[in-house]
C-alpha cells in the first residue's frame, strides 16, 4: 500500500511539474515573428532596419552613380548607435549582422569587416562621432585600409531613435533607424531612415 501511495505521489508530481515547465518548439520558415508586448522585437527590427539599408544603397545608386550598380565598391559599417530609452542588449549584435548583411546583399556593394573597423578606432583612438571630421576621417580610413588591403569608399552610420506617448492605457512608441553614408574622399553624406509606429496595451 505505502508503495502504491509513493508511486501515486510520485507520478502526480512528475505530471504536475510538467504542466508547469515552458515549452517551445522550432518555428516554420513562413511563421511571422513575434511583435514582443513590451519592447521592439525582431519584427519591428526587420521591418526598419530591411527598409533602411534598401534605400540607402538605392539612393547612392542612383545619385552617386547614376543609375549603374556598383563593382566591388568597399563600405565600412560603423555600428550602430542606440538613442532610446530602450535597451539593445543583445540585440546590438544582431542588428549589426542584418546591416551589415543587407549591405553585403544589395549587389556590387562589400563590406569590411567589422573588426576591422573596430580596430581601425582603436588603433586612432577615435570614437564613431569623431568620424565626421575631415582630418580625423581621413587618419581613420588610412588604418582601415591597411589593415584591410582595399580602399574603402563610404563609411555607414546607424542611429536608432525613439518616441513614446500615451493615452489613458494605450502607449503608442516609434521606432527610427537612419543609416547616414559618407563618402571618405569629399565628406558628402547620403541619409535614408525607416520609422514604425507601435501599440502596447
Known amino acids: 500500500m ?10 502526480t508530481l512528475l505530471l504536475l511539474t510538467s504542466c508547469g515547465a515552458p515549452a517551445g518548439r522550432i518555428m516554420e520558415d513562413d511563421e511571422g515573428d513575434l511583435v514582443g508586448g513590451n519592447r521592439a522585437g525582431s519584427a519591428t527590427y526587420d521591418l526598419i532596419v530591411k527598409g533602411a539599408t534598401q534605400e540607402l544603397l538605392q539612393k ?21 548607435e ?27 556593394f562589400n563590406t ?14 577615435l570614437m564613431p562621432d569623431d568620424l565626421f571630421l575631415p582630418a580625423k ?3 581613420f580610413f588610412e588604418v582601415l585600409e591597411i589593415q584591410a588591403g582595399n580602399p574603402v569608399k563610404a563609411l555607414i552610420f546607424a542611429k536608432l531613435t525613439g518616441g513614446q506617448q500615451s ?4 502607449r503608442q512608441r516609434r521606432y ?21 509606429r507601435k501599440e502596447y496595451r
Open 2 to 11: 505505502r508503495i502504491q501511495t509513493f508511486c501515486f505521489s510520485a507520478l
Open 60 to 80: 547612392y545608386t542612383d545619385q552617386v552613380l547614376s543609375g549603374s550598380r556598383p563593382t566591388g565598391l568597399n563600405v565600412a559599417f560603423a555600428g550602430i
Open 82 to 108: 542606440n538613442r532610446q530609452s530602450e535597451e539593445l542588449g543583445e540585440w546590438r549584435d544582431e542588428l549589426n549582422e542584418i546591416i551589415d548583411t543587407g549591405i553585403n546583399s544589395f549587389g556590387g
Open 112 to 125: 569590411v569587416s567589422q573588426r576591422y573597423v573596430g580596430a581601425a578606432l582603436r588603433e586612432t583612438g
Open 137 to 139: 576621417r581621413r587618419k
Open 167 to 170: 493615452q489613458g492605457d494605450v
Open 176 to 196: 527610427r533607424l537612419t543609416l547616414d553614408m559618407v563618402d571618405s574622399e569629399t565628406g558628402a553624406n547620403i541619409k535614408a531612415d525607416k520609422d514604425i
